[in-house]
């Protein structure tokens, strides 16, 4: 008896609807993944590139000490005719990062320390956009910096310098309906965390992708032992005409 050789090896594509052609059960699951990856990229899409979404984004950059009379001797600062033993800066910086104009818009600058004699030394705006500002500054148990900004286009922005004479804690609010507020962390940061982020995704594609292709193996292994036993029995169920040797002779 010969046997005819094994059937060629289909393609990847060819393999994937063959299996899913005959495993309901995986099919629904991968259309199931499928339609929850498209749904969630259109999602996505609209609510970045497509709805009207107002967001204001800011960046704090400090503190960045200029002057510590405990590191640093035999040098004096005076601000208004006021010895200063210590000059810290904070940059803040807020950006237009929504789709839509930002027009008149509402910012606070909140300082708060423990110091009694915590002061804001000086405000420097430093506005790349066309449009300046005019912050106000307000005096509590810390300080409060108050500022109406354009931001008009998307990633727009406009920074301000606060030199202030002790450390303190720095927060940012936005007075306005309908909106978000969204703190952006560091160039460092944002690279560690889209490193990360990389990672698992490349790890749950490798792992789906093996999984996959245990299941094609597993499954076609076990279709081509089905046929080769159904083979088997078909040829071994053959039953000879008894009259055939008689004819034949």
Known sequence: MTTTPDEPQTN??????????????????VSGLLIA??????????????REHKELSYEIDGPINYLDERTIENITVEVDNQPVPRLIGYNIKVRNSGNTALKDFPVRIVFTSDDPDFKVLKLVPQSPSLTPIDPTLSLG???????RVDLLNKDESISITALINNSAQVEVFAKSENHELKEEKTDSDTDITDTVILIA????????????TMFLDYF?????????????????????????????K
């Open 201 to 212: 995704l490349l790890s749950i594609f490798i792992t789906l992708t093996n999984l996959i």
């Open 220 to 248: 076609g292994n076990r279709q081509n032992r089905r046929r080769r036993i159904a083979s088997a029995e078909s040829i071994s169920g053959i039953v000879l005409d008894e009259d055939l040797p008689q004819r034949i």
């Open 141 to 147: 148990d810390g300080a409060t910096i108050d500022y």
């Open 12 to 29: 990847a594509a060819s393999k994937v609807w063959s299996f899913l052609s005959n495993n309901n059960l995986m099919a629904t699951l």
């Open 37 to 50: 990856l498209v749904s969630g990229a259109a999602g996505f899409f609209y609510s970045n590139y497509t």
